[in-house]
């Protein structure tokens, strides 16, 4: 079974150009997550999707971010304008449907892929 | 306050040593602990998870979990150079996960 996919792996980008980043989640995963990670602090929720819907966006920074996943499969993060700020290391996660209890709920994560704005 | 905080690190063992790692959450409502281990540059991948207070064993890892404390703990038995790695505790509230900042452990051949 292939795992969460993402690409790029790395990306190097000017303040005020756009990126952005793709994940294809494990086939069969309803669930869609985006993370991030910036120098020294913990990986932060960003959002999440359940098929092609957003769940929960509450960890967005603000709309200089914009997350799809058009049919329920692969999702892409644009980040435009991207800031400084916007450095770090994106991931993402999926998970099957939970049945039942909402603990169950394991994330298998992708690689990352880490965003460089100069 | 942060959602969670882990032990700070490094945590530095002897093979062969018991590694123990602690994590505390602010959130009672919290329904589920998960134990990530993360090596450089590499994705982060889960080791075990628990729900219920007290120990869960699985090979040379025991997780333990008590909610009316709001602490969970990971213990590596017999640690070996492969355990060196980050590892990230994460909490499960309502289909979203935090994350502490983990712990880097360094097992000395």
């Known amino acids: 079974e292939a795992g969460v996919t993402q690409f790029p792996s790395h990306s190097v980008i000017e303040k005020g150009q756009t990126v952005t980043l793709r994940c294809d989640p494990i086939?069969?995963?309803?669930?869609l997550y985006w993370y991030r990670r910036v120098m020294g602090k913990e990986i932060k929720f960003l959002l999440h999707?359940?098929?092609?819907?957003?769940?929960?966006e509450s960890g967005m920074p603000n709309n200089r971010f914009l997350a799809e996943r058009t049919g329920g499969t692969y999702s892409t993060l644009k980040v435009q304008p991207a800031e400084l700020e916007d450095s770090g290391v994106y991931f993402c996660?999926?998970?099957?449907?939970?049945?039942?209890?909402?603990?169950?709920?394991?994330?298998?994560f992708g690689a990352g892929s880490r965003l460089t704005v100069l | 306050q942060k959602e969670v905080e882990q032990n700070s690190g490094p945590l530095s063992v002897p093979e062969g040593a018991i590694a123990s790692l602690n994590c505390t959450y602010s959130?009672?409502?919290?329904?589920?602990f998960f134990w990530y281990r993360q090596y450089s540059g590499k994705s982060p991948e889960l080791i075990m998870f628990?729900?219920?207070?007290g120990d869960k064993e699985d090979g040379r890892f025991t997780a333990q979990l008590n909610k009316a404390s709001q602490y969970v703990s990971l213990l590596i038995r017999d640690s070996q150079p492969s355990d060196s790695a980050t590892y990230l505790c994460?909490?499960?509230?309502?289909?979203?996960?935090?994350f502490g900042a983990g712990t880097t452990v360094t097992v000395r051949a």
């Open positions: 996660a999926s998970s099957q449907s939970a049945r039942g209890w909402v603990g169950a709920n394991v994330l298998t």
């Open positions: 086939s069969g995963h309803d669930n």
């Open positions: 999707f359940v098929k092609e819907s957003k769940q929960d």
């Open positions: 959130d009672r409502g919290s329904q589920s």
């Open positions: 628990i729900y219920s207070n």
């Open positions: 994460a909490v499960n509230l309502r289909y979203k996960l935090s």
